[in-house]
């Protein structure tokens, strides 16, 4: 166990599965109180119990983290429990269809705009009063398609690119209450989302990934939750309004130069995690 964040107590939504799981053992690990908060259908109990069962300290919240009444419930809960919040993750959020857009769905797009947009919103502007009682942080999920914009998967990039956006507009404006705000960008990373069996690639679209990807692989829900780190402690402290892309190089490739990374740089570290839930997540439930 590590104290990179001892005494602090970190919300992470989307906590029970991929980067979410990942990102609560990882601060667990560094001292923090963790809530794990998710969907009542993920596995948020059984990670706050594996955290609890490695000598962690967190507690499961289940509930839809887009309505304001159930965000500020959540961070009552982490408050009423622990005593104070200093860190808010907004991590949560969906990747529901590939489609061209004149196929997409209204019903998926809603979906999006919901648990991509709304929950980070609502989530945020629950947690800053007592943010800026412990002079906090909120570290909110961006992506490379909010960046560069994806082809079949246009409106989860417009919804990224908000979060890069609002993230930064928090930036300026809570500085004045000493609250630090950023954003990680993850590229392909190796959960339910990037694999046809879990999720809604087809296996065209998993090899054009990995090879427009220099370093030849996906990453793994830990090398995400390492950035996470970083930058909800206090080693972090000059840095707010940062956008930190986690994707392998995808963001500055140019062609599919995947195929020629080097045999060492295509193979996933070893990790410290037991992640038992890093390939589930509802890809395609809608509510």
């Not at 104290?3 to 601060?27: N, P």
Request: aromatic content about 6%.
């Amino acid at each position: 166990m590590g104290d990179r964040l001892k005494g602090k107590v970190a919300i992470v939504t989307g906590g029970g599965t991929g980067i979410g799981e990942a990102i609560c053992k990882k601060f667990a690990r560094e001292g923090a109180s963790v809530v794990v908060a998710g969907f009542p259908e993920d596995p948020v109990e059984d990670v706050a119990k594996e955290i609890q069962q490695e000598g962690g300290t967190a507690l499961p919240f289940t509930a839809d983290l887009s309505t304001e009444a159930n965000a500020r419930r959540c961070v009552e809960t982490a408050v009423s429990q622990y005593g104070k919040l200093d860190i808010l993750i907004n991590n949560a959020g969906v990747f529901p269809e590939v489609n061209m857009l004149q196929d997409y769905s209204e019903e998926a797009f809603d979906y999006m705009i919901k648990n991509n947009v709304r929950s980070a919103f609502v989530m945020s502007k629950a947690a800053l009063p007592e943010l800026h009682k412990t002079k906090g942080n909120i570290v909110s999920a961006g992506s490379e398609a909010g960046v560069l914009g994806i082809a079949q998967n246009t409106p989860y990039g417009g919804t990224k690119a908000f979060i890069h956006a609002f993230m930064k507009g928090l930036a300026v404006e809570q500085a004045q209450f000493g609250v630090r705000c950023n954003i990680v960008g993850p590229g392909p990373i190796d959960t339910a989302w990037t694999h046809e069996s879990t999720g809604p690639m087809d296996s065209k679209m998993v090899k054009m990934m990995k090879d427009a990807t220099p370093m030849g692989r996906r990453g793994t829900p830990e090398e995400v939750a390492n950035v996470y780190l970083f930058l909800a402690s206090d080693e972090a402290s000059y840095v707010t309004g940062a956008l930190y892309m986690v994707d392998g190089g995808i963001t500055i490739a140019k062609g599919g130069v995947g195929s020629q990374a080097d045999s060492e740089m295509k193979k996933e570290p070893q990790g410290e995690l037991d992640l038992e839930h890093s390939k589930e997540g509802h890809t395609s439930i809608r509510k």
